[in-house]
């Protein structure tokens, strides 16, 4: 609870703290008036043992002893002193408010009191009860030597004792008030504290956590109370320019999602439909070819004839190669992963666009990494993708230019940069790239880098794409390294890397040769 609770962690601190610091006040007060009073006691024996000094003269002199008893005995009885006594130099009682003690007991004589005739001052406790007492030599005046042995200094001294227990009383009683005090003071600044706290730290606290916990439940609708000029208020703002942001972001992610949901089902209908048409178009066309052939067969046909037939059967291919397009574009078939080596793969499809390579006078610059890991992918598809890339460079640099192909591996990931030094792309067309259909060929069906996209997103690589108006354009494509201990479990790996050759047109993987077409024509 308490660890949980900021304004007790406070209060319990600063409590503490307050706690202490009025304790040690008080220990020092309460001392200082202790030793104020004693010495206080200790003056005021010391003027009494002055008193009885001087009256002490006066009597002897006069020769009335005997008032000397009363005299200490009438001090005690006002309160004066708790016990008076008169001692001789060896000890012995002369006179005493204590009657019995008389003329037999004999007390210890300090050595320093008769030797140094020093008023000597100390405390005792008698019975449980604190005692000041003072001793003060009585000298030998020339006077006394009358009855006194003039060779001696002094002639006794006197003793007084005086109760500390107003003293102690007293010191008790400011204690006692000093300890009220300290805990109405206590309970004060505990009090003004938590009000402080509650007010200032506490209730902003609390607000600001109830508003976040409402976004954290996705209620972007939260604001929190920003009105206090300090940090909490400050916290606030930020915590409401933070919310505005989130829910301007949440907005703008929204509605592009409706905005792609729409592509995307608008795709998904023209796929359906053109996937639909292609089947449809497809037989009359093997019909129309195949009459074609058999009319350009027939012999008797004229030179112009024969070219018109000839553009015929050329525009029946291209009709086949854009239906081909249509069709894998809306079948997309699921990959089928592999352990592949990245050169086996490039190397091939650079084989095979040589001949436009020539014709255009490109020159090819080849650049691969010493150590290039094998990748996992659909070989098939990968090159399908690598193929369309490579024809887009080409056909961006019809009078000549350089490509260069560069293979390297970054941490887990292989990358495969196609380079050309063609026109370049526009900053508003390389948004529109890889869309279906986009295309600023007149020949082109514009789904060559749509069909690549795919490809690349489900054989779990990405494609993207740098190019500056006028200095050509470089596609990157990147895959994930094949690791060898990731794959010892999968069931569809193969342990050593290899390469599928591009089937033929029969062949069940059609993608390739249908692409070649694609690109060609
Ligand atoms: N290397 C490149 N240099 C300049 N522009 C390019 C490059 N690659 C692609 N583009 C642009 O991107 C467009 C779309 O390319 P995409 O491959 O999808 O279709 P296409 O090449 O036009 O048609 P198809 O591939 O069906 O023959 C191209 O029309 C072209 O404008
Ligand atoms: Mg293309």
């Not at 300090?110 to 030599?137: K, N, S, T, Y």
């Not at 006794?156 to 227990?165: K, Q």
């Not at 070989?379 to 961006?396: F, M, P, S």
């Amino acid at each position: 609870m308490l660890r949980r609770n900021l304004t007790a962690k406070i209060l319990v601190a600063v409590g503490l703290t307050v706690a202490v610091v009025i304790a040690i006040y008080t220990y020092f007060v309460i001392r200082v008036q202790s030793a104020w009073w004693h010495e206080r006691t200790q003056a005021q024996n010391l003027i009494a043992a002055s008193m009885v000094h001087e009256y002490l003269n006066g009597v002897m002199l006069s020769d009335r002893h005997e008032e000397v008893q009363g005299f200490l005995q009438r001090m005690q009885a006002s309160g004066e002193i708790r016990r008076g006594r008169l001692i001789k130099l060896d000890g012995s009682v002369a006179f005493s408010t204590e009657t019995q003690e008389v003329g037999h007991a004999a007390m210890h004589v300090p050595a320093e009191l008769f030797g140094e005739g020093r008023v000597l001052q100390g405390e005792h406790i008698e019975d449980g009860e604190h005692l000041a007492v003072a001793m003060r030599p009585v000298a030998n005046a020339e006077s006394c030597q009358k009855c006194h042995n003039a060779h001696q200094p002094y002639n006794g001294a006197i003793i007084l004792e005086r109760s500390l227990a107003p003293a102690e009383a007293s010191v008790a009683g400011n204690r006692n008030l000093l300890i009220v005090y300290g805990i109405v003071i206590f309970i004060l600044v505990g009090v003004v504290l938590w009000l402080l706290i509650v007010r200032l730290v506490s209730q902003p606290v609390t607000a600001l956590l109830t508003q976040m916990r409402r976004v954290e439940r996705g209620d972007l609708a939260a604001h929190a109370e920003a009105q206090s000029p300090d940090e909490i208020g400050e916290l606030a703002r930020d915590f409401n320019a933070m919310v505005r942001s989130l829910d301007a972001t949440k907005r703008e992610l929204h509605a592009s999602h409706e905005k792609q949901m729409q592509q995307a089902s608008k795709l998904a209908s023209i796929g359906e439909l053109a996937s639909g048409i292609a089947h449809e178009i497809r037989n009359p066309l093997a019909g129309i070819g195949a009459a074609v052939e058999v009319l350009s067969e027939e012999t008797g046909l004229n030179g112009q004839r024969t070219e018109i037939v000839g553009e015929i059967r050329r525009q029946i291919t291209r009709l086949n190669t854009t239906l081909r397009d249509l069709l894998d574009f809306a079948r997309q078939r699921e990959p089928e992963i592999e352990v592949c080596a990245v050169g086996e793969l490039i190397k091939p499809m650079l084989a095979l666009v040589r001949p436009d390579v020539q014709k255009q006078h490109i020159t090819v610059a080849e650049q691969y990494d010493a150590d290039l890991p094998p990748i996992r992918a659909d070989a098939g598809q990968v090159q399908q993708a690598l193929l369309n890339v490579l024809l887009n460079a080409i056909q961006a640099m019809p009078e000549s230019g350089t490509l260069t192909v560069r293979a390297t591996v970054t941490n887990d990931r292989v990358q495969i940069r196609v380079a050309d030094t063609g026109p370049g792309i526009s900053p508003e067309n390389l948004q529109k790239l890889f869309l279906p259909f986009f295309t600023t060929k007149h020949r082109g069906t514009g789904l060559g880098l749509a069909i690549t996209r795919t490809i690349m997103e489900k054989n779990g690589g990405t494609i993207r794409v740098e190019s500056e108006p006028g200095s050509g354009a470089t596609f990157i494509l990147e895959f994930q390294v094949h690791l060898p201990a990731a794959v010892s479990t999968a069931p569809e790996s193969t342990p050593e890397p290899r390469h599928r050759e591009p089937a033929g047109p029969e062949g069940t993987d059609r993608v390739l040769p249908e692409v070649i077409h694609h690109g060609t024509h």
